[in-house]
């Protein structure tokens, strides 16, 4: 597990009716020097938060789903995600995208341990949780503990990988496939694969909506 130093960028975020994090403030003055010193609008602002509210984790799931049933697909997208995402009609353009897969060996998780880096281009806005600080401090630290209090318990031997979202590389989690699903296809199986599950927190559910072992 390695943490890296590293500068972050942001998109523009919502409003917050209280500015409780670090992050809160400088994004807040940072929306409004931009408006104050005509490099965009408040207009264009808007229209670029709500862009981005308009992605969905519903285009990892697919992607994911492609992969558990494309022996090919999931081959290309472990090697180079940014060209299999694009594939399916989810260009990721500008930064590193990296598939990370789940086995019954190793789990990965991720976060953002300077900010919120987060693969917003096909998940869309992050849940607030991942940009709290203590998620981003507590699953470098403990991410076993982390893990549980989003109710997921993994055996002592699966090693649990915490990886760190940087300025240029953010990461999508390719959740195991759940047992009994061989007669699912392919929406059925996107079904199955929740945004927790694409961040690491969470495994896929079962096909009876429990969450899977």
């Known amino acids: 597990m390695s943490v890296h130093h590293h500068h972050h960028d942001h998109a523009a975020p919502t409003d917050h009716p209280e500015l409780t994090e670090d992050w809160h403030v400088l994004e807040a003055a940072l929306r409004e020097l931009l408006v104050e ?8 602002i808007e229209d670029t ?3 981005w509210q308009g992605k969905s984790p519903d285009n990892g799931a697919a992607v994911v789903a492609r992969a558990w049933v494309d022996e090919a697909y999931r081959a290309r997208l472990l090697a180079d995600a940014n060209a299999a995402v694009a594939e399916l009609g989810y260009p990721f353009e500008g930064l590193r995208l ?4 789940n086995t019954q060996r190793v789990h990965h998780v991720v976060v953002c341990t300077l ?8 998940l869309g806005i992050p849940p607030l949780w991942y940009k709290s600080r203590a998620y981003r401090s507590r699953t470098v630290r403990e991410p076993r503990a982390v893990l549980a209090e989003f109710g997921t318990h993994l055996p002592d031997d699966v090693e649990v990988r915490v990886v760190d979202s940087t300025a240029d590389c953010r990461y999508l989690v390719v959740p195991r496939r759940p047992d009994g699903t061989d007669d699912l296809s392919e929406p059925e199986l996107a079904a199955l694969v929740t945004r927790d599950s694409l961040i ?3 495994t896929a559910l079962a096909p009876d909506g429990r969450r899977a072992a």
């Not at 990296?98 to 897969?101: F, H, I, P």
């Open 37 to 44: 010193k005509g490099v965009l609008t408040a207009r264009e």
């Open 49 to 51: 938060i709500e862009g």
């Open 98 to 101: 990296v598939a990370l897969e």
């Open 115 to 122: 900010c919120s880096c987060y693969p917003r281009a096909l």
């Open 200 to 202: 690491g927190t969470a």
